[in-house]
């Protein structure tokens, strides 16, 4: 395991840990607020992402339920995901924190152990990198889900480079799913993080182009917020229309 795997991995938990620290000794009522998500409240999502995390761990070590299998026998991909908060609302608020808890560690334990050349069967398959880099979007997604429902504000990282950088890479999926042709030219992204440093991707001279915030970059990608309320984001050429199609997820 190479050293920019070993920190991909810290920040993953990082992100885990992050969340979870809100949630020790939350009060019973606290568990049931709404948050932005699917109606879902906050133990509705941590189900989720307990869930989710067992899933991965079935798919990198051909469990009982590896992503591809477990969503073909259900109707839908909405199926796939109530699972785990139907599995939660059977548990006290507490409970499903233990869960996740315990999911999370060995989720990062397998993740730690896979082999750097194998392709992990998740949708059409990631490479480990990607794969560590897409549970981490999604508990840094839902992560804001929590802390709006509980009304907490922590500031974000520079770990959100991670998401700006699969949610560009993730472009050409999501002009797919918008029934949209990918442009053809190059794409340059330029964000400021959080600490004041600047995250690049594509080449310098690129004709398309999106600058701004990586905040806002990274919420509308995880579509936790509208274009229209994300002022600090500007596209130049088919930079543009990338920003309207931007999502980050399959």
Avoid at 30 to 37: C, G, I, K, L, V
Wanted: proline share 6%; charged share 25%; with cysteine.
């Amino acid at each position: 395991m190479n050293d920019e795997y070993t920190a991909l991995l810290a920040d993953l938990e990082a992100e885990q840990l992050g969340t979870q620290s809100l949630l020790v000794g939350l009060p019973g009522d606290d568990w049931f607020r709404s948050t932005p998500a699917k109606a879902w409240d906050v133990r509705d999502t941590v189900a989720h992402l307990a869930d989710t995390d067992e899933i991965a761990v079935d798919t990198c070590n051909g469990g009982e339920r590896p992503l591809n299998d477990f969503a073909a026998q259900l109707a839908s991909a909405e199926d796939t995901t109530l699972w785990g908060v139907l599995r939660g609302r059977r548990h006290t608020g507490a409970e499903v924190l233990t869960w996740w808890e315990d999911a999370s560690a060995v989720e990062r334990d397998v993740l730690a152990r896979l082999d750097a050349g194998m392709r992990v069967p998740w949708g059409l398959g990631m490479r480990p990198p990607s794969f560590v880099t897409a549970r981490l979007m999604e508990t840094w997604a839902h992560g804001l889900d929590i802390r709006t429902a509980l009304r907490v504000y922590t500031p974000d990282t520079d770990r959100i480079r991670h998401v700006a950088w699969l949610g560009t890479r993730a472009l050409p999926y999501a002009f797919s799913v918008a029934g949209r042709e990918p442009p053809d030219g190059e794409l340059r992204v330029e964000l400021m993080l959080p600490s004041g440093a600047y995250w690049t991707f594509g080449p310098a001279d690129a004709p398309n182009r999106i600058t701004g915030s990586a905040s806002e970059y990274c919420r509308l990608f995880v579509q936790r917020l509208s274009l229209a309320n994300a002022p600090s984001l500007h596209g130049v050429g088919d930079g543009v229309a990338a920003l309207e199609v931007a999502r980050a997820f399959l």
